[in-house]
């Protein structure tokens, strides 16, 4: 994390893909809302995966939030500072008044809960919720976490390549999951879009290449059109700050 976040300076974010309609909070302004329970924050940056499909969630269930810019290649999420609000050095990380919350799952579940939006509509339905959560954090977006910084976020010379292709292995038996449980249905679990939608969805916006082709997956493919389309979407580098410019 930069000397901001302990001396009050903020740099000036790069902006990318278009400017995300949410400014991002400065971490010396940080300090000052933290008494203000109804503004939830989320730090995060927008080419994280798992922090999109938190901020799409929080959009999508109308809450009242703002992003705080975490610069994770600059080395922030693992400085002392930053450890001080997760000490796993991670993002997400949503702080809503006293309580604050790592992992993105953790954090849907309580997007979830919170609002009674995006959670299904029975106690079967919420464990089937549950039961993709934890499929997609295993199987799927962990996978193309992965795959997608050793392809795009590493200089060349750094890259396992023989691990990408192993990666992809696995990534291909993951999207066939997907798709063949989509086939005959618009939604992952029940008749709406929930939380289990927006956890597998999370990484498969995202235009760098990592072995993806939703022309390959037609039912993921109108999946996430159908998902496109609901109410407050936006793209990740619309709705979170990015990094690295475009």
């Known amino acids: 994390m930069t000397s901001s976040l302990l001396a009050g300076a903020s740099d000036e ?39 999109y499909k938190c901020a799409l969630a929080l959009e999508l269930a109308q809450v009242d939030w703002e992003p705080v810019f975490v610069d994770f290649f600059k080395g922030e999420a693992r400085s002392p500072e930053f450890k001080q609000i997760n000490e796993m050095g991670e993002v997400p990380v949503l ?44 199987k799927l977006s962990t996978q193309i976490g992965t795959t ?13 390549e023989a691990v990408i292709p192993f990666q992809q292995g696995r990534l291909k038996a993951a999207y066939t999951v997907l798709n063949d449980h989509l086939a005959g249905r618009n939604w992952i679990v029940g008749d709406a879009v929930t939380i289990a ?7 498969l916006y995202y235009p760098e290449p990592f072995g993806f082709d939703r022309a390959d997956w037609p039912h993921i493919d109108r999946w996430l059109d159908r998902i496109a389309g609901v109410p407050g979407w ?7 700050t990015r990094a690295f410019p475009a």
């Open 13 to 51: 974010k790069t902006k990318s893909h278009e400017e995300p309609n949410r400014p991002d909070m400065c971490y010396e302004c940080v300090g000052e809302r933290q008494g203000d329970a109804t503004i939830m924050q989320l730090y995060s940056f927008g080419e994280s995966g798992n922090a």
């Open 95 to 138: 702080i809503d008044g006293d309580t604050t919350l790592t992992q993105s799952g953790v954090i849907l579940d309580y997007i979830s809960s919170k609002t009674g939006k995006l959670g299904g509509r029975s106690a079967a339905e919420r464990r089937e919720i549950l039961r993709w959560l934890f499929w997609d954090n295993h």
């Open 148 to 160: 997608r910084f050793l392809m795009n976020f590493l200089p060349p010379e750094k890259r396992p």
């Open 197 to 203: 939608d927006l956890s597998c969805c999370g990484y």
């Open 234 to 240: 936006q793209h990740p580098y619309d709705l979170l």
